[in-house]
């Protein structure tokens, strides 16, 4: 027999609640000091205590409110308007006056853990390091950088304290020297942030003996292994061409693994903390073959041209929410999803390739608490609408509903791919793809089956792209074979007679 669930627990004013911190192996605490009943709103302050077990009320009787001052923020106290129903996590231990304000601005869920994580992390930093930071922000003192000079003038580079938080290899105002070391960037003391588009081999000894750094890229690096785990990093975005080993710290939060092209390797192997649990990951267009991130709590895919969701579900199969975003692309297996135990929020945009069976429903979701559709097949809209109706825990939304006309111009466009591309410039690509769509629009709503119609449209725009040309010289062999797409895709219904009239058309537009 199942058992009942247990009743909710409403927040009351004077309420106090530990809270387990459960990536430092601590707890924390926090007190509700106002209550709309009206809003069902609770307002909470969070208390600058944390301890090795559940606090006993008496402990936290003189305990004041924690100011959140790590890094970048000034200094405040912590305090949210909350849902007024608690989580289960949340245990009561007792009741306190509540002193201090009791009215904010914020709103946010009873997430209070990372706050309260990373300031215990900023609070245990040496206090010179912490101390030379702030002074920093607020200087307006000017130093100089051995091995850095202006890009224009060549004389030696010159910043201000304040304003030197990032390092890049590649800024562009200024140059690297050969005689340039990782160790000199200790003149800026609120640099929190390094940019490399190449291996350095004093930069692991620069990270680990500098925690205030916190977010690194690093591409073609070069390198089989990498060990980061003494580094202080929050965010990294790393090349992952070539790599086998990747050894990341226990205070990171978010990866992203990244190709700069070449072989990706079918073994990178990732070390990370409980599996990745407390990470969120980025990628673009795929999932690579990556061990060591099977409890990541989030994944996010950009760039999508064509992905299988089941290579999702065998590489992030714990994964809380996920968000797919298409260029617009192709999905494939959407069952995969079923596979994804715990997934709670789902997010895909720009993403085509299934119709409306192949979209679980909400009884093969049973976890799942938000589903965002952005731009997604109008008939997949009408079947998830339906079946997720009668599923009220899920809070769904739905956005721009495509019909098949958009994606015959959008999807199915073979110019599609030019914008951005090396080599075609934004206007081109832009002129490229409005021509196209035009003479597909206009062999759509004029008569799609008369020959002389088709013709004029594919002529209209071949003389287009045959313009572009002569002024920018942008057609080589990959975006020739693309406009021979294209004039096939406006041109399927011609006769083999009608078609052997374009061809010199064709030839003539193509070696312009």
Same mark, same amino acid.
């Given at each position: /027999? ?23 192996? $601590? ?7 106002a209550v709309d009943d009206a809003r069902a709103i609770a307002t909470v302050a969070v208390l600058a205590w944390a301890g090795t077990t559940a606090p006993e009320i008496t402990a936290l009787a003189d305990v004041p409110r924690m100011v959140r001052d790590f890094m970048f923020w000034t200094p405040a106290e ?44 900023? &609070? ?20 100089? /950088?051995?091995? %850095?000079? @202006? ?8 910043? $201000? ?12 105002? @200024? ?6 070391? /990782? ?8 640099? @929190? ?10 930069? %692991? ?14 591409? $073609? ?14 965010? %990294?975005?790393? &090349? ?77 199969p714990s994964v809380t929410w996920l968000h797919l975003f298409g260029t617009p692309g192709l999905l494939r297996n959407l069952d995969g999803l079923q596979a994804l135990p715990r997934l709670t929020a789902l997010w895909i945009c720009d993403l085509f390739g299934y119709g409306p069976d192949g979209f679980p ?26 079946? @997720? ?72 725009? %071949? ?50």
């Amino acid at each position: /027999m199942t058992e009942p669930d247990s009743p909710a627990v409403i927040a009351c004013p004077g309420d106090v609640f530990a809270f387990p911190l459960e990536r430092i192996g $601590r707890h924390g605490a926090c007190q509700v000091v106002a209550v709309d009943d009206a809003r069902a709103i609770a307002t909470v302050a969070v208390l600058a205590w944390a301890g090795t077990t559940a606090p006993e009320i008496t402990a936290l009787a003189d305990v004041p409110r924690m100011v959140r001052d790590f890094m970048f923020w000034t200094p405040a106290e912590v305090l949210k308007n909350v849902p007024v129903e608690v989580p289960a996590e949340y245990v009561r231990i007792g009741t306190l006056p509540v002193t201090g304000d009791t009215a904010t601005r914020s709103y946010d869920a009873w997430d209070f853990a990372p706050d309260v994580i990373r300031q215990c992390r900023w &609070d245990a930093l040496p206090s010179e390091t912490t101390a030379a930071f702030r002074t920093a922000l607020e200087s307006e003192e000017t130093v100089t /950088m051995p091995g %850095l000079t @202006y890009s224009d003038s060549g004389a030696q580079y010159e910043s $201000r304290l304040l304003a030197a938080c990032a390092f890049s290899d590649d800024a562009g105002y @200024y140059s690297v020297g050969e005689d340039f070391r /990782m160790e000199s960037l200790r003149a800026w003391p609120a640099l @929190y942030q390094v940019a490399l588009r190449s291996w350095r081999d004093d930069l %692991l000894p620069f990270l680990e003996s500098s925690p205030l750094v916190k977010e690194l890229t690093l591409t $073609r690096h070069g390198q089989r292994e990498i060990d980061l785990s003494r580094t202080g990093l929050e965010r %990294l975005t790393i &090349d992952i061409t070539g790599l086998e080993r990747l050894v990341l710290p226990p205070c990171l939060d978010l990866l992203n693994l990244q190709s700069t092209g070449g072989d990706v390797g079918s073994d990178l192997h990732v070390v990370a903390d409980d599996a990745g649990r407390w990470i969120t990951v980025h990628l673009t267009g795929s999932v690579p073959t990556v061990h060591g991130l099977e409890r990541a709590h989030g994944l996010r895919i950009g760039a999508i041209e064509n992905l299988d969701v089941s290579d999702v579900a065998e590489h992030f199969p714990s994964v809380t929410w996920l968000h797919l975003f298409g260029t617009p692309g192709l999905l494939r297996n959407l069952d995969g999803l079923q596979a994804l135990p715990r997934l709670t929020a789902l997010w895909i945009c720009d993403l085509f390739g299934y119709g409306p069976d192949g979209f679980p429903g909400p009884d093969e979701l049973p976890t799942l608490t938000s589903l965002d559709l952005d731009s997604v097949p109008a008939e997949v809209v009408a079947r998830v609408r339906a079946r @997720y109706k009668k599923a009220p825990n899920v809070e769904l939304t739905v956005r721009r509903p495509r019909k098949p006309e958009w994606l015959a111009e959008n999807l199915e466009n073979p110019l599609r791919r030019w914008d951005g591309r090396d080599g075609i410039p934004r206007t081109v690509a832009k002129k490229a793809r409005a021509a196209f769509v035009a003479a597909l629009r206009q062999i759509r709503d004029d008569s799609p089956t008369d020959e002389n119609t088709v013709t004029a449209a594919a002529t209209g725009f %071949l003389d287009t792209i045959a313009g572009l040309n002569r002024k920018h010289q942008f057609l080589y062999t990959l975006e020739r074979d693309e406009v021979i797409d294209a004039v096939n895709a406006l041109t399927a219904g011609l006769s083999p007679e009608a078609h052997r009239v374009l061809e010199p058309l064709i030839e003539e537009a193509l070696d312009d």
